[in-house]
Each structure stands twice: as structure tokens, then as C-alpha cells.
């Protein structure tokens, strides 16, 4: 009998059997466990524990509260290999691309730890005639986070250590494609001492997520997935009054200018197009390469360096990257690949079809590289989401730029030059919340926040960093005046006849 | 023939007579002028001049755009007659509160011309081996602003000083109430250098709303006024993508606490609870006594001090309030009055009735002290907006407080007592934004943020200062390597050569 | 034979015997050890090592430099007792103390952890046309720290985890009393991944100091220590053009008023007057009671309590507080206490004289109360740092107010009410760096920052906390324009000809 | 009889004639006024007026001090020809430059009108259980500030105006080369409403100057000037414990590299180089080229775009610069370009006996260019402070660099290229505090900060901007803790038995 993977509350792992779903290890293709699916009742439950720890949580120093994320760290380094393992037999990523993913949610927590930094307040004295008036950034009391199965550790993690160190309880709900890992993240706060009912976790689908949307003790939700759930997530959450974050999907595009070192661009590029079989928001999709004659050489280099990318199960570390998530989605990313080459574009090197020996009913797609793509493509236009690397040929920079700012998304995006004046101008004027100069994946450090522009994210603030913090709080100003001096000047007249 | 307020569009004041609607003088209940109320294409027109001037608006150093905000604030001040009269006339608050709320909106200039400080971004270096990291706020590009009658000045100067130091270009859809003060802050803008497109102001009703909350040029919705609305604007804002800030509605508590300076309280009650008629979101509308000694002595008091209390038209500086914005606004007031005394409260002073010689048919409503006022009552759970104030008596402070987390507004509140611990606990607990201990309308000054809990406010950031300059900017994070040092090094090895 | 303790220079204990000193248990009074004297060659070839491992340690990313005081943390709470008992071995502290010192130095490095954040510099974008500017805030190269022997722990992690963090390489001086936990800290951090060199410690005394001060690779000094010593460390490292903060002695008062609750000010007062004998720079020393009458209960009451105070040695947990730090010191203070008497004081419990059993040899002073001390007399006017608490009467807390206000020293004080307006105006007009309401030692938590006024501190910035950060960096400001767009319009041009 | 220059005291123009010295026009060579030497009498008189203007500054709410700074910059922009009349007439340099020099003290005024904003303290809930903590910055007291005759408003302006919105009380003490600009200021801010007492001027010199550093009112000394001086004041002042910035001379290097834009480089030295007579501790003083060829080609470029250089009386727009400042300083500069020459170094253009027509009497210098300059010659070495620029010749960037961290002086750079790498290389590693890309005076603007590293500043913290405010204030820390919930609680069970 498979396992049954269950929910997180209040300091209990508890089952809600009613439903459930298979959970498959795509290395192989086979269901390796089920995943209970929570009820409203469940999810109301893990709503309900958070919301009673939220008054002796709020009221913890926040030192104290900090110091339980200096012993998760300690915790989530100690148990790195078991959470990787987790991740790559639920996802299917390599070992070490988990490992790389695990170490970005470390430095969340890592950053978490300066809460007593960047929760201070404003001060002002005498804003009037003895007047004084500060702000103090209170928690919000529970709040939710929705998360995608790309990353089963990294996004939970950018988001509840910052909202626990602000003082607030938390209710997720990760991907149930992959929950293993955000249990067993919650048991490590557990163990580094954080009181039962601060973290819940529960799984689930669209039940699960409409009952957090609504429910009036969710305060904020915090979502990473596609835009058109993104968009949904953050139109209910919003119209039940809430504060809302929803990070969407992404078209990530390199320019690649002709004074740019190919080698260092090619060698790079295919980590960020290929690594986590592009299942990743940040994935570099689409280069655009400036000049035919950069872009026939770039695409000779890429498609030979090509040759060496090793597909495979996620337990081999010498595999450069697995399958992707479902079936259905190997299917989804072979029918964009094959839609580019009905609509014109050059199949440069197609990944369709490829199985690795023993691992033959795995979801496999192998890399692929397209080229002459134009933006009427369909697979131009959309996110595929898979080990697919697109070349759109421009003859300007200026025309390059243009073709970025009018696509719908707008997260990620790079420029390869050596040139001051030409990286500044494109990161002055792209309309990418995400940039890099010669970064393919410009994710920003934990200490900066993450955060696209246009269908990439709505809301106003970004996931972590400074922003999480803001995100996770809500200012309260005191204004403060003092009545008339009668103790301090009482005690000047009333003294001597007492002596 | 009454004169028509018509908008103010790309630097032009333009007329738009498909529509309009009566201005009254609320002083002598007479219709004063018609305002046109802008079609669709009206606002797309408005829009389209805004986006057209942004390119050239953002690229300005925020020098630039600071200098003509000290320009402007020196117009404010030379001109601040004229503008308190032309609120005075529209809106019907007495000319030295009109002037107060002129000063108010002022210091939001002042704080604008501290952009250079404030829009600084975050700079890393070494985020890696040769990497660094950097956050850049940028403009949004064309945002609006939907305000209320009550601060006819003020709130637009809440909003469009940050918002165009920031970078943004605005369109103000102001309260068809009282429109000409926000045209007149317009052509002082433009006198004070702003480019022809940044601001724009169009006069409208819901018509004009909806296609600021649509369109798709417009990104960002600030809007102040009664929860209803703030709660359509908030869903409908989001539900096209945008970030939107919401302020509602209001019932501000003023805790009394025996250890209180009575003296001192109803000092400052007076103004609190009926300056501007109570049609302040910010205004003192609920008083709980705690303990029913205190309480007898606090009505006493009060009703005492109300007799001095002078009703009359906005010109007489010598008048304390005016009247309330319209006669259907009259009418609404006085059925709570009626509605309290049906439900069983005291009417201890009854303002309806008043009406001041020689303005007979203005809208006014006199100063009304209600006792024994209970959470059950239809006058407690609402707000009224007018120039009434309710006693609800309670035995203990912990009671008091009880009752003001329970109601769904938490815009402001204040605490009067001497006691710091009463005080600290106060405001460390109560679930309001903006806490005043001795302090009735504790109105964050303009270096802080505006911003109440619950229902009186929809969305993550504040009005003005620091959320005002988060609110109206999109972080950009830009990650930059660069690559082998060619040029330097080559200088090092080719140099010799040509010596 | 006696062991001697050395050096620890470039990740290396070493000795360096021409010199040396005895170092007392002051719990017995016996010579326990000798601490060897760094002779200027010593001293020199630790600036040495330090200048050599810079170029590195400035250049590894703050997060790595970060993640070595994350593991320092580790080992400094997993090595707790052993830190602890050489504390109370050297200094004669009870250990209770000691670990209470040691946790206190411990949140220094938890804020080090925040660097990343605290570093951050400050981004301008176009503050002219096409120009950028930021500000970088750079380790200085080499820093120095001298420490005193009253908290062997504390104050050296106040300084070396700041400096580490911000990128310098460091040499402390600590104090030749009690020099072994500091080389025992040295050696977790070698454990923690600390790059030799990098962290260095000489023992020694005058003559090491000047050497520190005078030379040219020394970049800054911290001091900790007494006003004399401050003031010449000052004064000679600025001399040599260095930067340099000296933070010295202090008179530390705490006024009580009429309205303090007596019990809680008798409870919080023993332990901030006795604790650490008194030898502590933050210690309550002087009580200034607000009217005779208030005096006299006062009195009465800390005199009973003072009853079950016991003084012992360091290793007994039940005692309160040990022996002072040497026969000569224990000399002094009782020779302050005889010159009170002698000026008119009234002795009213006199710790002359006592001797723990089994400890007869100790350096004890018993815990000492004096109540009609006045400003005149020298007991008053001078640092005690002994178990010594005085009582000044006055009759108003404007009198109180301004013999604080007099005194050279400015470290610390604390006022004793609960009325809101009297701590106000209090806090305000002061002229003391660190204010307590109610909190007789009122040390700002680790990340705030640490420092007195006039004669309690030399220089501009305090120790630890954002002040730390900015003291151990130095500023530099890059303004930044790329030249004409030749690559990328050359790009535009260029391209066609190519293809 | 030629007019005498006072003092401005307490609000009034005052004179003090027991010694006075001459003020020169340096463009006529001719006496053109006397300045009084202050006594120490004097001088005590302005600090003992200072003094007494503080209690009511410091407690003047901050908006208040800003709104004087507000009509200041006014009155400065409305006195723009009267205030630039005077630089030139004492200084002699050309209107334009005068206009420049105002406009960048104008922006640190604008700059200090962001106070409010700077000048908030941390606030930190739950340092403790029921405990917080905040600090605030309060002013010092009285200031003073010590400034060069090369700017004789800018560098005042750099000062005075933080300093008064920080709440400090100030005298001046202007180069008695130049002294009208600062009286004619200060007349300004007592226009602009000052309060009497605030803001003082003292003319003099060593014998006024060491009055400020020993008294004990003086909080602080601001100075900028030459470096054997910087470092007496720095050492002076601070042994009288005070707080101390001293800023000092100057070595500017720019790097050219091979792939910079030549047009570009040698249209903007010019001005860095020659404007102002090279008397600018920002003047680009040293090219550094690296390859033969380049600087060949430099050489060439310079020498002839130097001919169209037109040297004359301030008066003149149409000059390009103006005389030095005295007799003896043009003797000076003389003889550092006759040293070059005798050294080795090749003088291209040598501007020594340049007279102009009618003004032949006048101290004047034309542009001169060195070419060929060796680190050993003492025309490198030291900082000559006239339009003289000089070329060193080295092979690689990595020697250019060696050669500018070798120099004593840290003040600016900058280099001259368009790659990214070398930029960033260069500004990460080069030991400078002021670093220009491509930007050949690097000057901070205002709401940056001012400082050289090395001997170019003796001090923590810069001139100006965030440092400013952190010079001019001292941090005091204040942590609260209230008593037991008397009265909160009293109140609860008290009322009934008043009921």
C-alpha cells in the first residue's frame, strides 16, 4: 500500500483520508505515494490552531522568535541529504540542482535572522510641541502561502521564515505534486522549538486554497505559480478584503550583444535554459541574439555544447537534469516544441523522445534548441516551462529591448555585453522587474526581494527581503502627547512639606 | 447662467458638456455652479496625455522634479486665501479649517522635496565572487487618484506629490462635490514648471471611475472614501491587475480613562468630534468612559463646553463648523440621531433644527452629544459623518478595548490617561493603524504614513510618506557581473607593443 | 609552575616571554597564572598577519564572512561553561554573571549575522543626466581593540564581530587582568572557518597599546576602559590620524519619584548596584530620591534587603556578586568609602572588611549603602566601581535633573515613575547617551548602539549595532556615466552589413 | 578709507578693529577691503550667544527649522548675482563658477529640508518582554565650522544647514581671504526668520580658530582645508575631546584608458582640471595614461583645445578662469612648474607671466601642462592648487592604480573608459573615497556624502548628506519599561464600587 502523505497542524501530522491523490516519482513515472487532499473542516482546523498561537507568538520578543530560525538554519543544513532526496524523488531535480535550490531557502532563513534589524520602526520627537509619533510594524496574524511544485523547499521558504520572525502565524499549502518536503520542513520547526500551531501545513487542491482565500482570519496570501492562478488568487483574495501577493509565470529573455564573450555566454546560458528542465519562473528561455552573423555562431556553439547535457534520474549527481513533473506535462512541452516547427521556426536540436536506459517510462523531455522563432509563435508567446531554449534573431539592440517590453511578462531578464553605457541603458529602460548584466538568472539575493513586473506578479510588493517584511506587517503610528507636568512639578511643591 | 468646472487635461483646463451635475454652496443649500462630468473618452484622453508625457518624465533627475514641488509649495502658500475659499464655498468648512487642512496637504509637499532621500535603492556589493546587486525604485508610469468631498486639498496632496516626485504621471478624479480646488492646485502645478501631461484632473462620477479602474494604461488606484466604495475599488482595481490602496470608513473611539485631566479632554474632544462637521475619516466620533463616575462628570462637561459651540457659514472665521456637504447628507445624519434616541440612548444635546440666521436653507446639523450609547445601536455600528458624538459607558479599560477591536472599522483611536503602562498597553494591543495617547485625531504627520486596520483600509501600504513612495514605485533589482577582465588586462600586455 | 598565557597571532598561540605578569583569582587572592607582555615586535607581527590576510577577507562575500559568525554563534553557546568559568576564574564573577556577560556578547554576534542588510549601501539613480551614483561602505583594513577586565567577554564581542563581518582583519589588545577568554574566543573562531590572520590576539600592557596607536596600519581603535586612559587613547590616536572611538567611565543615577512603585525600584535597584561588585560601566551607583520622605522609606527598604545579599566566590552559584578585580582596587574603594564618612555621609551599611569563609584572602568589598551623600564630596564626584550605592536627596526632579546634568560623566541613567509625562521630559532633556524608564541599566540592546555623552565617550559613533558598522566602514561614493552609445547604436548600424 | 568686514553676532553685524587684515580683489591685485580679526573675546562672545540660542533651537519642533531652510534656499536662488558678485570679487573666480559653486550649496540646503526624514530614530518593540527601546538624535549643541577661502559659500553652505535642522547652534569662522559671502549668508537666514544666536560668523584667524577648538561650548569642529592644517585641527580638537571632521588636500588622478573616448576625455578635464584656477580639492589634477600611444594622442588633444583657454577677471563671463587667490600663492604655483621642469618633466604648455590685458596687476596663472611627470618629482607629490596639470605615462592599469593607491592623498578619481570590469575593478580596489567613471570631479551630490580616505580626511564621517546628520547629532538610546498595570488594572476593579 503507498503511503499517505497528510497535513501539519498544530504541532501534529494529521490525516484527512476523504480524499487523496497519487504522487508520482517522474524519474520513473510511477506513483510512489498518495497525498491527502484537506477538506474546508481541515483547513479551517490548521486555521484555527494558528490563529490561537498567534497571541502569546506576537507578544514573543523578537529576538526569541529569531532565534529559533538560527536553530532551523542549523536544522536544515544538518539535514540536507534527506531533504534533497525528498525533493528529487517528488520532482524529479538532480540531487545537486536540489541542493542548490535548498541553499537559496537556507539564505531566506539566514536573512530571517536580522529580523531585529528590519522590523525597526521610525521615530520622530517633537513632530509637534512635545509631541512624539513612531511606527511599529505589527504582524498581520495568520497568513497563507500557496506554493508551486518547481520548488518544493526554496518558495516556501522565502516566504514563512520572514513571516514568522514578523510575528505571525502560518497556514501553507504546497504543490501536491511534491508535499513531502514542506512536511518535513515544518517538523524542523518544530524541533528547533517553535510552539505548535505557529506553522501549519496542509494539502490540498483547489478546495483547500478557495477555503483559505475566504476565510476571515487569513489575513494575507501569498501565492507562486502561473498567471492565470495568479490572477485568480490574487482577484478572490482581494475581494475578500485581503492583502495579496501573486507571483505568475515568466518569459525570460538573454539579449546577447556582439561585444559579448561567447563563451562565457554559452557556457552559462545552458544552465539557466536547461537546469530543473526549465521548470523554473527564471529560466532563460528566449535569446535574443543582435545580428545574424552573432547568431549563426551562437547557435553552432550552443547546439555543440549541447551534446554533452546528460537527462536522467534525480539520484545520479552526474545527470545535468531530470524529468519533468507529469506526464501531462511532458506532453504539453512537446506540443509547443512541435507547434514552433509547424509555425516555421528551425528545430535545431529536438529533445522529444529521449529515455533514459532504465528509466524508460520517466517523464523525459531532453534539451531542445530552436531557432528563427518569431513572436507570432505560440511557443514565443507562452511559457513553456520545460528544457526548451528559443533564438529570436533582431538586427538592434533597440529592437531587441522592444520585443522584451511588449511581451506580457516581464520577471527575468539578462544582457550579455561588456559595454558600461549599454547594460545601463538596458536596465534604465526594460520592463522587467528582474535584471541581469551578464547574469542569466538574475535571481535577486535573499537580502534584496524578488518580484517581476507586469503579468509576472501582482501586488505591490515583492516575495522576501525587505519587501517580505513589509509584506508580513502592518504599520501602526503612535502619536503621543503627554499631559500637563503634574507629577514632575507636583513633586517640586509637595516635597518640602512632606520633609 | 452658473459657470462650468470643466477638467484639466495635458496642461489645458477642457469642457466636456455631455454631462454635468449641480455644485451647491452647502452654507445656503443653493446650486453654485454645474461641473461636467467626463465621458470615457474623456478620461482616455486624459490618460493618453499622461502616458504621453511619461517617457520624458521619468528620465528627469528627481532633482528636477523636486524643485518644482519647492516651486509649488511657495504658490500654496502664496495663494492659500483663494484656495481656503474655494474649499469653503463647495465643501462649507470654515475658512481657518480650510486653511488648516491646506496646511496639512502642504507638508506633503514639503515631504515630497525629500525624494532624493527616499527614493534611494539598496546597494550590495559582492553578492557573489564579482557580483554585485542593486535595487532601483522606479515610477510606474500613469496612476490615479479617486477622492473624497471631505478634503477637498488635501487628500489630492496626499497622493500626487509623492506620486510625481516618484516619477508617475497622475490623473485626479476629485469629489464632484467640490471639484475646483483640485483645478486650482492644477494650474499652481503648472506655474510652478510641471510639464504639460503629467497632472491631469478630470471631474466625473462613477462613469469616469470605472474606466480608471480598467484601463490598462493606468497601474496604480489611490482612493479615499467610504468602505463601499473602497471595497468596489479595491476588487475591481485588482481584478484588472492593478495595485490599488483602498481608504474607507471609520468610527474613531476615544478612550477616557479616570486618571485623564478632564479639563484637558474635552479641551480637545470639542474639536476632534466636530470640526468639519464629523466629515473627517480621522474625526472623534465615539467617546468610552470607563466607569460610570467618570463618565456623569465627563457628559457634564462636554454638554457645558458644546454651548459655546458657533454653527455657521464657511466665511465667518468666527463660526467653529459649518455645514455637512449636501441635504440628503443632512437627512442621513439626522436619522441616526433619531434612530440612537429610538434605540434607547440619551439624546443629551440635539443638534437637528439649527439653522443660523441668514442661512436657513444651508445644509447644517449642530453639534449632538449622545449618552448611553450600546455596540447593538445602528448609530454605534455606522458611521455617521456628522458633527455627533457618543458616550458609551464601560466599568474597565480592558472593556473598552474589547469594544473597539470588535468593530470592523480600526482607522484611529486614542487613549487619555497619564499612566504609561495604560498607555503602552494600549496602544501595543488595539487593533487600530493610527493610536493617539492624549492625542484625539492622531493623524500621522506627513513623514509618516496614513493608514487604518480592518475595513478602513484595503491593500498593504499606506497613504503618503514612506508607503506613499513605495506605493507609487516598482522595485527593480539588477545583478551584475562583469566578464574576464579584457580591456584591462589587454592594456597591460598590448601597451608595450606600441611603445 | 605557574602557566603563562600568550598570543594568538596569524591562527597560532604563541609566546613571547621577555615579559610578563602575574594574573589573580581575586576569589582567593593568589597568583593563578602569568600572562606574558607583548614587546612592539610582537605587537608588530600581529598587524603583520592581519595586513596580509586583508586582501582576501575584504574580498570574500559578506554572506561568507557572515556564515563563519553564524558558526560562531554555535560554538560560542556549545562552549558556554568553559567561557564562563575562565571569566570567573580571571575576573570573580559568579557564574551566573558570567554567562549573563557572555549572552550579552553573544547577541553582538547574532546582530553581526545581519550584515548583509546593515551593509547596504545607499543607490541613486540619474542624479544628473545619465549619471548614477551609490555609496559603498568598505572594511577599513586593519582595526584595533583595547578592553577592559570587567567583562573579559563582553566587551571584546562588542568590537571583533562587527569589525569581522564589515571585511577588517583585527588585533586585540584585552586587558592583562584577565586575558584568557578572549584567546579562548580566538580559538572558536579559528574553529568556526576564521582565515588565520584574520582575527589576532596580544596580550600586554602600555607598551603594546602605543603601539597600536601609533602605527600607520592601524586604520582604527576601539577602547573601552576608564576616562583617564580614554582620554589619552583618544587623543594620541587621532594624533596619528586615525579614527577612533574611546568609551570611558561613568556616574550612573537613578532618580526615584513619589509616584515609583518601591518594591519593584528595591528589587531592580540591588542587582544593578552590586552585580559584578559594581564594576561595571553601566552600573547604578547613585540613587537621587525625590523628598525626605521618599529618601528615608527608600533607604530603609534597600538597607533590609541588602541583608541577604552574599558575596563569595565566583564558582558558587548562590552567591550574588564576587570580589573586586585586585588588593590595590579593593584598596581604593574602600578608601572612597572612608572618604564619604568622612565628609559628612552616613554610612548605613558599611561592606568593609568582609571576608567569605574559606576566602579570607580574597579582594572582597561587601555590598555598601550611603545615604546623605552630596555633590561636593569626593565619592560623589569620582568612578567607584565598587558594591557602593549613594543616596542623594533633593527636593524636586528638576534638582535631580540638573545634578545629573552637572556630573562629567554622561553613560547611563534611569528615572522611576510611571507617570508618562515626567519620563518624557526626562528622556528628552538628559544629558545622558543611554536612558532607562524604569530600567536601572539601561545597555541598549545589541542592535542598537552603545554610548555615553561628555566624558563617557570619545569620538562620534558608539560601539556595536548600526554605529559599529558605520565606525569599522569607510564610505566611498562612485558617480558613475557611460560615454556616447557606441556599442549599442553601433550594434543598430552594424548588423545589416553582417547579414 | 576701504570698508571693514566684522563679525555677525547674535543677530547684528559686528566690529571688533583691534586687528584687522587686508582683503584683496585678486583679479586688480589691490586692497579692496579690511577684515577684523576676531579676539578671543570675540570669539567667546559668538559662542556664549550660541549657547544661549540653543535650549529654545533644540526644542523647536524639526519642521519648524526646516520651513527657515525652505525660505532660505528662496532668498539664496533670489540673491544669486549679489552672493556670486562677492565670491568673485574676494576670490576672483568668473561668474559662472560662482553661479555653480552657489547652486551646489543650494542643493545641500534643499538636501537639509529633508530632515524630518534623516533625522528619525529606531524604534524597537519587545526588546524584552514589555520592554522597548528607541534612539533619537539630538543635537549636540553648539558647532563649529572652520572653511577655505576656495569656496566661500559652497563649503559654509556644506555645513551650517545640517547642522541648524539637526538642532545645533553654529559659528563660523570663513577664510579671511574671502569672508563677505558668509556675512552676507548669515544676513540671509536671519531673513529667512532664524531665531538671533542660531547662526554666527567670526572673522579671523589662528588666534579665533584655537578659541573654537579648546572652548568647552564647542561640541564639534567642522573643517576643510588644506592637510597640515586638517590634521592640527583634527588633533587639537579632539584632545580637548571633542568630536572632529577634518577634511584636507588633495593628489586627483584620472585614469585614461586605451578604449575611452578621447573627445569625450579631454572636453571635460579641461574644466576639472583648470576651472577655478585647479583651487578645488576636487580638481583633476593628474592624468594618468596608460600606453605611450594613448597618451601621445592625449598630450596632442590637450595642448591644443588649451589654447582656446581664456584666463581674466572674475567679472568677465566670457573667461574661462580667474587669477589664484594671493600674490604668494601664485609664486607657489610658479614654483612647482619650475621644480617640474628642473626635475625632468617636459612643461607642453606653460602658463607662468600670463597677464591680461588691464588686469596685469593681478595674481594671475595660465593653464599649464606638465607632461612626462615621475611619482618622485615634487610637483606630484604635493598638491600645487593652481591650473596646472600634469600627465604620468604607465604601461598597464594595474600600474596606474598602484601608482594612485601609493599617493598619500585619497580625495577623488577617475578613469576613463567604457568597460565594465575596468570600472568595477577600478572603483571596488582603488583607495580613494570619491571615484568617477567617466566623471572626471566626482563630487557627492548633496543628498550623498563628501570624504576622501587616507590623508584626504581625518575623521569617521564625511562632510554633508546622511553623514552630515550622523556628525551633527548625538544618538541617544532610550529603553522603556512600565511598571505594573496599576492603573489599567485598578481601573477595572475600582469602578463598581463607583458605579
Known sequence: MTPIIGHFIN???????ARSQAVYNPSTGQVSKQVALASKATVEEAIAAAQAAFADWRNAPVLKRVRIMFKFKELLEANRDQICALIGEEHGKIVHDAAGELQRGIENVEYACAAPEFLKGEFSKNVGPGVDSWSEFQPLGVVAGITPFNFPAMVPLWMFPMALVCGNCFVLKPSERNPSASLYLAQLLQQAGLPDGVFNVVNGDKEAVDVLLAHEQIQAVSFVGSTPVARYIYATATAHGKRCQALGGAKNHAIVMPDADL???????????????????????????????????LVAQISTAMTGLKVGAYSDGGNDFGPVITAAHKE????????????????????????????????????????????????????????????????????AMALINRHIYGNGTCIYTRDGEAARYFSDHIQVGMVGINIPLPVPVAYHSFGGWKQSLFGDLGAYGPDGARFYTRRKTITQ??????????ASFSMPTLG
Not at 504541532?11 to 483520508?17: M, N, P
Not at 502627547?481 to 507636583?490: D, F, I, K, Q
Open 263 to 297: 563563451d562565457n555566454v554559452v557556457n552559462s546560458l545552458l544552465g539557466a535554459a536547461f537546469g530543473s528542465s526549465g521548470e523554473r519562473c527564471m529560466a532563460l528561455s528566449v535569446v535574443v541574439a543582435v545580428g545574424d552573423a552573432l547568431a549563426d555562431r
Open 481 to 490: 502627547r503627554w499631559p500637563t507636568a503634574e507629577v514632575r512639578e507636583g
Open 11 to 17: 504541532g501534529q501530522l494529521v490525516l484527512d483520508t
Open 332 to 399: 504539453k512541452v512537446e506540443g509547443y516544441i512541435a507547434s514552433a516547427a509547424e509555425q516555421g521556426a528551425t528545430l535545431v536540436v529536438d529533445g522529444r523522445g529521449v529515455q533514459p536506459a532504465g528509466y524508460e517510462t520517466g517523464f523525459f523531455v531532453g534539451a531542445t534548441l530552436i531557432d528563427h522563432v518569431t513572436p507570432d509563435m505560440l511557443s514565443y508567446q507562452e511559457e513553456i516551462f520545460g528544457p526548451v531554449l528559443q533564438i529570436v534573431r533582431v538586427d538592434t539592440m533597440q529592437e
